[in-house]
């Protein structure tokens, strides 16, 4: 990447294909799992701390947090949890305000709860990225702490900085890490080979077996017991921290219709499951794609912030698919099958994290892609974020993204293929406009979402196709509520040159056939004689 590049993207920024490779080849994850192998267990047990992340906010069917519990009982000594703020890691991390506010939130209402457990929730601040570490190794040793307890968390920054943690607490605390995002540990799942399965229908039939053969993977795990007094902590704060000054909503309407939308908590997690599975989900499987129909379970936010657990929507489910875990074709109605196979697209992304961590370096899984000369459209950007290419389904799904801090996983694939493929605009800064807007971003799924290839999506035809009566489309590009038919579709080339000008809505920015061409002809001539 050129200088001036760098400094007006930092979002381009990225390592060599060459030291991806070298990654790869060793794992910040299996180095983990060696140092974590490596250590003599502790058998004198003084304060005990839960560590919590922004991936599992919750108290409810939390591996590590039991785990934890578990032991203060059995010796019994305190439990402690502890919440590592760091406003630089909100900001590095691109997390939205949507986002920022939902952790935030959902963070208090766990204090409250845990608070009636007699156990403290606290937050120990990191002024930045660097100090988280010494800011939890410090929170460690004034508060007397003989075990840590945490979840995994598989890309590659927290990879390195549980290494770096491990290392700097040394032996006088044990680290204990559990797998606790997915229902099926990540990398387990093997080819007949032995390698780990990357593709995802093999891995789907696999995992499905899995859940049937040993329905106990989906079983929960209660919530932490009761400390006997409340217990004093040293070095942290009982405040919930704020949002960070770069993460606010732009005005009090915006953060009430968020909120309204994404209500925080436990709670709120579990009642729109519940909805979801009792009210919804038989007719998941015909209207799914079709965005009008607004039928997704709209889980995501819940799954990517940990505040509801995939295993306890797993549970929920088997009770409600008469007691079964087999969610097979056969097993299961089409409503509950299809959805679950929309979770096991989650656990591949992780898995994928885990055997290739490059994934999390803002590098695409084929390094070929790395190589191709994207194009300086800044016009097309604007266009592209504020939803007005003249392209009505990709702008509905801006807009959509704009207003709800979310959107219909259709469109994801069709406004991400239009902004490189069409607008050969890099697709990095898609990504990270997805990070900084969508209240549901999870680098996993996003990397894997804005995963270049050579599909190249016609957002005309996929409109035709998935929202057929143009219900979606009206909803969100007000300016063509008032077209009949199939005009709606692309006003442009189907109105009256007179009649769409009334519209007030803008012609195409780009030919779609012509920047197919281009796009085929650039991948291929960029990548046909890469080396990464």
Request: aromatic share 10%; hydrophobic share 35%.
């Amino acid at each position: 990447m050129v200088k001036h590049e760098a400094e007006e993207h930092p979002e381009l920024q990225h390592p060599s294909t060459k030291r991806a490779k070298q990654i790869d080849a060793d794992t910040p994850f299996n180095e983990l799992l060696r140092h974590l192998d490596s250590q003599d267990s502790i058998d004198h047990v003084e304060n005990v701390i839960h560590w919590f992340r922004s991936k599992d906010l919750r108290i409810h069917d939390n591996k590590a947090l039991h785990n934890a519990s578990l032991l203060a009982k059995q010796k019994s000594k305190p439990l402690v949890c502890v919440y590592v703020y760091c406003a630089e890691e909100f900001q590095w991390h691109g997390t939205s305000p949507a986002r920022s506010d939902l952790i935030l939130q959902t963070l208090g209402l766990m204090q409250a709860e845990l608070k009636e457990l007699h156990i403290p929730l606290v937050f120990a601040t990191a002024e930045g990225r660097k100090e988280i570490v010494p800011t939890i190794v410090n929170f460690l040793k004034k508060n007397d702490a003989s075990h840590v307890f945490a979840n995994f968390e598989y890309e590659v920054d927290e990879l390195r900085r549980d290494i770096k943690a491990f290392k700097d607490i040394g032996n006088s605390v044990q680290f204990s890490l559990y797998h606790d995002q997915t229902v099926v540990v990540p990398g387990e799942v093997k080819t007949g080979s032995g390698g780990p399965m990357k593709v995802f229908s093999p891995y789907h039939r696999i995992w499905l077996g899995l859940v049937k053969e040993s329905p106990e993977l989906l079983d929960t795990v209660p919530g932490p017991e009761r400390n006997a007094s409340m217990p004093d902590v040293k070095g942290a704060s009982h405040d919930v921290p704020p949002v960070p000054e770069n993460k606010q909503f732009d005005s009090d309407e915006t953060k009430k219709r968020i909120r309204k939308l994404w209500p925080a908590g436990h709670a709120a997690g579990i009642d729109r499951l519940n909805h979801f599975i009792h009210k919804q989900i038989e007719n998941y499987a015909k209207t799914r794609s079709d965005p009008s129909k607004d039928s997704s379970s709209r889980m995501s936010a819940y799954f990517s912030s940990g505040t509801v657990s995939v295993r306890e929507a797993l549970s929920a489910l088997r009770s409600y698919n008469s007691n079964s875990a087999d969610f097979s074709e056969k097993g299961a109605s089409p409503g509950v099958y299809s959805w679950v196979r929309e979770i096991v697209f989650r656990e591949l992304y992780r898995q994928m994290m885990v055997v290739i961590p490059h994934n999390s370096m803002n590098l695409p899984q084929n390094l070929k892609f790395d190589f191709v000369q994207w194009e300086d459209d800044e016009d097309g950007w604007k266009k592209w974020y504020e939803g007005k290419t003249g392209v009505p389904f990709i702008d509905a799904g801006m807009r959509q993204l704009n207003h709800e801090a979310y959107m219909h996983n259709r469109l994801r694939m069709n406004v991400s293929s239009y902004l490189y493929c069409n607008l050969l605009i890099n697709y990095r800064r898609g990504e990270r406009y997805f990070a900084e807007t969508l209240v549901d971003w999870d680098l996993c799924n996003n990397t894997q979402g804005w995963e270049p290839s050579y599909t190249v999506f016609n957002p005309v035809s996929q409109a035709e196709k998935n929202d057929p009566h143009g219900d979606y489309i009206r909803r969100w590009v007000p300016e063509l509520r008032g077209v009949e038919g199939k005009a709606v579709f692309s006003p442009h080339d189907r109105l009256p040159k007179a009649e769409f000008e009334k519209l007030g809505y803008p012609r195409p920015h780009v030919d779609w056939k012509e920047t197919k061409q281009r796009c085929m002809e650039r991948f291929k001539s960029d990548m046909r004689d890469a080396e990464p």
